[in-house]
């Protein structure tokens, strides 16, 4: 049995539904993340599990039993917010106290378990210091030893990381992944950022106008998308429509317009479209072979181009590519030396290639 289950559960606001009988089951020990667009419902979903709003309809179980008449106070769960909510006028040490006091934890055990808590999040010493003492990814430690100290079944992390500079976010996100370990609680992540979510998730629900579109674990979601919506959000995506014009052996021919008939290879028969409807093929930029003209030929999808753009980024060039009949591919290739090491210019005439496997159909 799953730790938490979600079933069926809405939460509407008037005539706006920001969850849509959403279901999903997190297991014990995993790090699972709520990844979404501004809007998606996401957060809404979370504030229900915290028991910070209530659901219009459906359950949330914990353990089998149903948490939904539980005051926040009263849940196994705690919440670490983007704001971090620390309390300027206290100490690090009276901050993660806090929830201890209020559980009406025996005064003498509180030092103990407020040492465990920073220890867990690499702050031992910082107890005397105030809040804006700090940095940003201090703050965020002493948010998240001050919901880890009462040993939660369940935290719930809201964004914790959107207020940091990038070089930070990283680093806080090393120390999410191995404090989580370490504790070994059940994580519940939100983020917009893909990038985040891919790095630190377990599995992955991704949300899109109050649904969830699909849960999978973070290598499949990105290499196997079950929509265009995830095919599209989940990292960088050439995505190309069309009709479907043949299907044999396993594999379908699609007309994109302004590019041409590009081949691919369906994965399994149930997934297989009809002759005639509309399909799409999910196509990452590294999967995109990009050539000088007249070059040794490979794959099955040829396509004479120009090079409009490029993005250096250190080891890998992103280039965007204009087909001659007008539509635009990116394709991602491997720097080969140092400094701004790029083997095309824009202008350029190139071709570019990739065979019918490389890309995943989408419906």
Known sequence: ??????????????????????????????????????????TTLLRMIAGFDVPDGGRILLNGADIGDLPPEHRPVRTV????????????????????????????????KVTEALED????????????????GQRQRVAIARALVTHPTVLLLDEPLAALDAKLREEM????????????????????????????????????????EQIDEPDRLYGFPKTRFVADFIGTCN??????????????TIAVPDLGSVRVTIAAPASAPAVGGDGAVALRPEKVRI???????????????????????GDVTVYMVRSSAGHSIEALLANSGAGLAKFFE????????????????VG
């Open 1 to 42: 049995m799953a730790l938490l289950e979600i079933e069926d559960v809405t939460r509407r606001f008037g005539d706006f539904t920001a969850v849509d009988r959403v279901s999903l089951s997190i297991q014990a020990g995993e790090f699972f993340t709520l990844l979404g667009p501004s809007g998606c419902g996401k």
């Open 81 to 112: 917010f983007q704001n971090y909510a620390l309390f300027p006028h206290m100490t690090v040490a009276g901050n993660i106290a806090f929830p201890l006091k209020m559980a009406r934890t025996p005064p003498s055990a509180i030092p103990g």
């Open 121 to 136: 999040v690499r702050l031992t010493g910082f107890g005397s210091r105030f809040p804006h003492e700090l940095s940003g």
């Open 173 to 212: 996100q090393i120390e999410l992944i191995n404090m989580q370990k370490e504790v070994g609680i059940t994580f519940i992540y939100v983020t917009h950022d893909q990038t985040e979510a891919l790095a630190l998730s377990h599995c992955i629900a991704v949300m899109n106008r109050g649904r969830v």
């Open 239 to 252: 995505l190309l429509v069309g009709p479907v014009t043949t299907l044999e052996g396993g594999v379908a």
């Open 291 to 313: 050539t000088v003209p007249g070059g040794a030929r490979s794959g099955d999808n040829h396509f004479a181009g120009v090079v409009t753009g490029f993005l250096y980024q």
């Open 346 to 361: 824009v202008g350029d005439a190139v071709e570019i290639s990739w065979s019918a496997d490389a890309g995943h159909y």
